[in-house]
């Protein structure tokens, strides 16, 4: 392993709150829920003052106010997040030499080499306060020698502050704390771990690494790793798609095959368009439904390599009649393009018709000119909440405020 590295990881504490209470003083303080605010609506972000309570992120809406009845629950809106996250961006990006944005709120720096110069703690403190002083956002970060013990430190240093683990300290640093604090160590995970008696991280160090490889097979391999504090997994600036999607859950569970069929078309002739603005192809379909129930069926199929809405509309509809079969209330819907490449579409000799083509260009132009929702397939008129995002800039994918389950 690279012993010469530093690793920064930086993350926003509570960063949608802090945002809220950027643009409202009066939430200073009092404990805010933000997520969906319906029934079916899941916790994305909390305050400290909430978390005392015992409400977290991705907790179910309804049960996070049954915990803490005075929260102030507020729906969120994602347009005014991504905003606040750019303009710490700018700020990091502008002051580094390697970053990687992993998430909305969340970025890893790569500044090694840099203690020739400056001081590699210095640099990233001094980027902190920066940040902190320009953006009004309070954020934290972790600084060693690879991004897992970097991101388990961030969390250590939350709220507001920051810890340095210095070269060597690693597995001491990491040995009384909980597994669940290994990244990719989710409640599955966890679970099988305390079925085993394994609760510290400690544990994981002192057992051999072959029993964690006939336990977990390769993820055991990857979390014993992890739990020593191995990790050579570089700092990427940018990434390249392999999938898009998009998906809706109802407010309420539905079985009108007008409006799922119209929400399939929408999702469907989106996806497509965002294809082509990124001068991509696609040559696999995947169609997701769940039942009220909670019984979930997906289906995929191979086409030839497309981006065009008269080739990969019907597919996605084909998928759709042949798992939407049960008649039962649906709670969820998902159309997903994977397998993708660069390049324009290659015409079918056989069976596009330029009427087709001229017709999509036409429609493209309008978009990229009057936004994305400017023209659309009437059938999907009623599809209001499509996503709008630009899906290959590198940057990660937005995670909506009004989540639901």
Request: with cysteine; hydrophobic share 35%.
């Amino acid at each position: 392993m690279n012993t010469n590295r530093s690793i920064v990881h930086m993350d926003l504490d509570t960063f949608f709150v802090s945002c809220e209470r950027l643009l409202d003083s009066r939430l200073n303080g009092k404990p805010v829920l933000i997520g969906g605010t319906s029934d079916r609506g899941v916790v994305a972000s909390c305050s400290y003052e909430a978390r005392k309570f015992g409400v977290h992120s991705a907790m179910p809406m309804r049960m996070a106010k049954q915990l803490c009845p005075e929260a102030i629950v507020l729906r969120g809106n994602s347009g005014v997040y991504t905003k606040f996250s750019q303009n710490v961006t700018e700020v990091i990006k502008e002051s580094v030499p390697l970053y990687e944005k992993t998430s909305i709120d969340e970025f890893y720096i790569d500044l090694t080499g840099m203690d020739k110069f400056f001081g590699c703690h210095k640099l990233a403190s001094e980027l902190r306060q920066r940040i902190i002083k320009e953006t009004g956002l309070p954020i934290s970060f972790g600084l060693s020698l690879n991004k897992t013990v970097s991101k388990i430190a961030t969390g250590e240093a939350k709220p507001n502050n920051e810890i340095r683990i210095p070269l060597g300290t690693e597995k001491p640093f990491l040995a009384p704390l909980s597994v669940k604090k290994i990244p990719m160590v989710g409640n599955v995970t966890y679970k099988a771990l305390c079925d085993l008696g394994v609760k510290r991280i400690k544990t994981v160090q002192d057992m051999p690494m072959e029993l964690m490889h006939k336990v977990l097979g390769k993820n055991g391999l990857s979390i014993w790793k992890k739990a020593n504090g191995i990790d050579n997994s570089p700092v990427i600036q940018y990434h390249e798609r392999k999938s898009i999607s998009t998906e809706r859950t109802f407010g309420q569970d539905t079985t009108d095959i007008y409006k799922l069929k119209g929400l399939v078309i929408a999702m469907a002739e989106n996806l497509a368009y965002q294809l082509r603005r990124g001068n991509k192809l696609t040559a696999c379909v995947t169609f997701k439904i769940r039942y009220s129930d909670f019984q979930t069926y997906t289906q995929q199929k191979r086409i030839p390599y497309s981006a065009m809405d008269h080739t990969i509309i019907p597919v996605v509809l084909d998928l759709f009649h042949s798992l939407y079969n049960r008649r039962l209330l649906v709670r969820l819907i998902g159309v997903k393009f994977s397998h993708l490449v660069e390049g324009g579409h290659q015409i079918n000799l056989f069976e596009d018709n330029e009427i087709y083509l001229n017709l999509s260009k036409a429609m493209d132009k309008m978009r990229e000119r009057y936004g994305d929702r400017a023209v659309m397939s009437a059938a999907g008129m009623e599809a209001k909440t499509i996503s709008r995002w630009n899906p290959f800039t590198g940057e990660p994918p937005p995670l909506l405020a009004n989540r639901h389950q």
